[in-house]
């Protein structure tokens, strides 16, 4: 008898980008991590590529990309990120899903998402549309295929949705089990109510629709909660025992025992839960009587025997139906008890105010410039997978707008179809889904509204924000820092809004550290600088020239005059002008030159920024820069003092307090040289280290830690790019050695990741050893101990 295991994860974060400069910027909260997908790529979705099977020893006895064994979602707007920011971990999961197609008989195990995590009960019909052909698309362009599956965001249902969905080739949704209602066998007249409980969900069931067919699939929702809020993570053998015990063995008939989860339960929100996922599934598939599957596979193999009807406005995460993303339903996320989510009423109503204003009016415009308004708006998913590139762009209007446009005309259809964009995007679910109005969901969907808006004012001549802000008074704030939600919007909303003259400014800004400004990087504007003058000397950095910035997503364009000025910190000074030509930068230039140069842009020049203008995003950006240059600052201050501070020791004498921080300072960059080197001579960093510690003198761990892992790493790529050579191997050993000293916190995942790829050769180059070859007996012992030293086992 057929009985099978499916694990599906959904992994998704939602579009966190600034809404006008297409950039993640800097959050505080996910630190040490530069911002929340930073932080949950480490905890989750890197380790699930290269997930640890640990032996009875705790060395790592295999490693597993989890996703090519499971069925998965991830979601566009997660995926978009990762392609830019994390390629290897992106391409990780792409090739899962090709390789899981050759494991699961052609059925791939990713399948799609509805775009940008809207709820789709609460969604109007033109938008439930476009949610599911941009996602259908956005995952073909990815995954080389056509999705077979697609996950509804939060599990949200209506008939509706689903119809869209099967009238799209959409196969089958995920669905957890509370969200049947009726379930009878095919050709049954009568129904089975399930409402209270009690659907099996150990086989498919067909849910018939008004224009076609799509599969439901209703989740074991027990297991699936004790994996998401109990402690079936702390052990994968459990994990894989509790699946195992999920079959009814006395049945005659195929079983599926398939659980659903936040995919970021794997790491995240379970510390290791990739690795007990990991052992889990090796467990499975060792077993003689189950087998690892995905949907996919399962329904061609098992069609459904009987059908259900499905609770409509219902979802996985709300008890009250879908009552979280528009009112206060008393679901929260219990982090905050006592807190009042009456806020989620006005900021849904605000939202569909906006929808509701605007989509008449851009329908009707755009549907003015273009012969099918409705197909090139769900093709506009290609300019954003191009991130609005000219090719991307030349190639949409090519297609619906043949006959030609004016430049008006082409900029006009950008701007339209931008405001299309930020308008779904401000109905993110995660909006609603936490305790209060002020945190980083809900700012981020009143940004995306705050642009839609914005844009509406330029292209169509309409002010939507007066009855926005009056809706948004009528929410109340948890924190006491804030009135109403009108004042969240104004302070952290409106607050991200930038123009082209502060891009501008802000370039210049960027290019005192030669660094690339986050609008030109994220690819919605094209940036082009020429730097006339330019002067670092004395620790006084300047900068003036010319910047022409377009937007490529709305065709807007600027050209101007900038200049910078940077001092420190709290002394720092950018600025634009209408272009003033050659005489006019010379001019500007002969006064920044002088004694003081922040006076002279402000005389110059008609928008000037200082200190308390700067973003989070561009201090963290000039902080990372800068700061390196401490520590060699904190070492010409010792090397000028080194003399005094040995007469002192010599006389018996106390050192002031800064003279033993000096000196802690200067022997810790000495270690982090001999790191940097991979401590050829382990001897001298033991006896350095040994001195540090007679006289009590602190070494910076973190710096030393990160440090030794950066050459732990390199020497393991080397290794890995050198077939026979044994020293990178032994440059390892010695490292990690030197680490252990005080002992340093290591970061070893891409060395072991390195190494296990190592140990086929190591296979080898022992066959050669057996024979005589002495070579080949220094790599193999070389190997052994590195591995030993990463904590892999080699065979």
């Known amino acids: 008898m057929d009985r099978a295991v499916c694990v599906h994860g959904h992994f998704y974060q939602p579009s966190r980008e600034n809404p006008w400069l297409g950039d993640v910027g800097f959050q505080r909260s996910a630190a040490p991590h530069h911002d929340w997908n930073e932080r949950v790529t480490a905890e989750c979705y890197r380790p699930n590529t290269a997930a640890r099977i640990l032996d009875v020893d705790g060395m790592i006895e295999e490693i597993v990309n989890t996703y090519g064994r499971i069925s998965f979602t991830a979601a566009p707007t997660l995926l978009a990120w990762l392609e830019r920011h994390c390629p290897e971990v992106y391409g990780a999961i792409v090739e899962a899903d090709r390789e899981g197609r050759e494991r699961y008989a052609g059925h791939g195990p990713a399948i799609a998402c509805c775009y940008n995590h809207l709820i789709m009960p609460l969604a109007n019909s033109r938008d439930k549309r476009t949610q599911v052909a941009w996602g259908i698309r956005d995952f073909a362009a990815r995954f080389g295929r056509e999705p077979e599956g697609m996950w509804l965001p939060e599990t949200a249902v209506d008939i509706e949705s689903l119809d ?53 699939v209703f989740y074991n929702g027990t297991i699936s909660r004790d994996v998401a809020f109990g402690d079936l993570l702390s052990d994968g053998r459990r994990f894989a025992g509790r699946l195992l015990g999920a079959f009814s063995w006395e049945r005659e008939r195929p079983e599926l025992v398939h659980i659903a989860t936040d995919g ?71 982090a905050h008890p006592g807190w009042s989510q009456e806020w989620r009423g006005p900021l849904r109503e605000a939202v569909v105010m906006v929808r509701d204003a605007l989509a008449p009016r851009v329908a009707e415009a755009f549907g003015a410039l273009v012969p ?38 082409r900029q006009r259809i950008l701007a339209l179809l931008e405001i299309e964009r930020q308008a779904m995007l401000m109905q993110t679910s995660c909006g609603w889904f936490f305790d209060d109005i002020t945190e980083p969901g809900s700012v981020q969907v009143m940004q995306h ?13 309409i002010d939507l924000e007066p009855a926005f802000t009056a809706t948004l008074r009528r929410a109340p704030v948890n924190d006491p820092r804030y009135a109403t939600g009108a004042a969240v919007y104004e ?59 377009r937007s490529r997503a709305t065709g807007e364009e600027a050209h101007l005059d900038a200049a910078a000025f940077f001092a420190g910190m709290d002394r720092v000074v950018f600025s634009v002008r209408e272009p003033g030509g050659e005489e006019a930068l010379r001019v500007a230039w002969e006064g920044m030159a002088g004694s003081d140069p922040a006076g002279a842009i402000f005389a110059a020049f008609t928008r000037v920024y200082t200190a308390p203008d700067l973003s989070d995003e561009e201090r963290w950006a000039i902080a990372r820069e800068i700061a390196p240059g401490m520590g060699e600052a904190v070492c010409t201050i010792y090397r000028g003092a080194a003399a005094l501070i040995a007469a002192l020791d010599d006389l018996g004498l106390p050192a002031p307090g800064a003279a033993v921080h000096l000196l802690a300072h200067a022997c810790t960059g000495r270690l982090l040289a001999m790191l940097g080197e991979g401590c050829p001579d382990p001897d001298r960093f033991f006896a350095l280290a040994e001195a540090m510690r007679a006289r009590n003198l602190a070494p910076d761990l973190a710096a030393l830690g990160e440090a030794a892992s950066r050459r732990i790493a390199s020497a393991a790529g080397t290794a890995a790019a050198r077939s026979c050579d044994p020293a990178p191997l032994e440059e390892i050993v010695r490292t990690v050695r030197c680490a252990k000293v005080f002992p340093l916190t290591l970061t070893l995942w891409e060395s072991q990741n390195l190494c296990i790829g190592m140990r086929g050769r190591y296979s080898g180059m022992r066959e050669r050893a057996g024979r005589g070859d002495k070579d080949a007996q220094r790599w193999a012992d070389a190997f052994r101990r590195a591995a030993a030293c990463l904590g892999v086992r080699t065979a």
């Open 164 to 216: 869209l969905m099967a009238e799209a080739g959409i196969r089958f949704t995920v669905l957890a089990p509370h969200q049947a209602a009726n379930v009878r066998p095919i050709g049954a007249e009568d129904w089975t109510d399930v409402s209270s409980g009690g659907v099996d969900t150990t086989m498919p069931y067909l849910c018939r629709l008004p224009s076609g067919r799509s599969i439901a």
């Open 264 to 334: 970021e339960t794997y790491g995240h929100h379970r510390e290791f839960g990739e690795m007990a996922l990991a052992y889990c599934l090796e467990t499975l598939e060792a077993h003689s009587d189950v087998r690892l599957t995905v949907y996919g596979e399962y329904l061609a193999a098992h069609p459904p025997t009987h059908e259900a009807a499905v609770c409509e406005r219902t979802s996985w995460s709300c008890t009250h139906g879908v009552g979280r993303w528009q009112g206060e339903c008393g679901c929260h996320s219990g």
């Open 372 to 409: 099918d308004p409705a197909e090139a708006r769900h093709d506009a998913v290609a300019l954003v997978l191009g991130r609005w590139s000219d090719e991307a762009v030349a190639g949409f209007l090519a297609r619906h707008a043949p006959g030609g446009l004016s430049p008006d005309e």
């Open 449 to 461: 509204a705050g642009r839609a808006m914005e844009l509406a004012r330029e292209s169509l001549g």
């Open 491 to 549: 302070a952290l909303a409106r607050s991200a809004a930038v123009d082209l003259s502060r891009i501008g400014a802000g370039t210049a800004l960027y290019a005192l550290f030669d660094l690339e400004p986050p609008a030109a990087a994220s690819g919605m504007y094209a940036v082009h600088e020429d730097w006339r003058y330019r002067s670092d000397a004395d620790g006084l950095r300047r900068i003036l020239g010319t910047v022409r910035v």
